[in-house]
């Protein structure tokens, strides 16, 4: 069975930091292009960050940009999301998908895998 699950959400405060994990199971990543997307309820999905499969060329929001690092861990078949002066605009349900292909220029809709999200809350 193939699986992602999202780890490293929490409360932290405004300017604070915390670093997400995507974790695969009953697949490899080395091979995948995983990307990082939040869900703001009444709002449209966003992508926040990618990671390519072969050269390790990231992809980030303009929202995000700056503040957010994406890195892999092939060894450990992870993913992470380092997250830097987050503000509460930053509070949101965090998911990490992964697909196929090598790249991450390409559509939201090829990304085959979805974990269960991880929850982020920036507050005083």
């Known amino acids: 069975q193939q699986q992602l699950v999202e780890s490293g959400g929490g409360l932290v405060q405004p300017g604070g930091s915390l670093r997400l994990s995507c974790a695969a199971s009953?697949?490899?990543?080395?091979?995948?292009?995983v990307g990082w997307f939040r869900q703001v309820p009444g709002k449209e999905r966003e992508r926040v960050s990618c990671i390519d499969s072969t050269e390790g060329r990231t992809q980030y929001a303009d929202s995000v940009k700056g503040r957010f690092t994406i890195s892999r861990d092939n060894a450990k078949n992870t993913v992470y999301l380092h997250m830097n002066s987050l503000t509460p605009e930053d509070t949101v349900n965090y998911y990490c998908?992964?697909?196929?292909?090598?790249?991450?220029?390409?559509?939201?809709?090829?990304?085959?895998?979805w974990g269960q999200g991880t929850q982020v809350t920036v507050s005083s």
């Open positions: 009953g697949f490899t990543l080395d091979t995948y292009s």
């Open positions: 998908a992964a697909r196929v292909l090598y790249y991450c220029s390409g559509p939201d809709y090829t990304f085959a895998y």
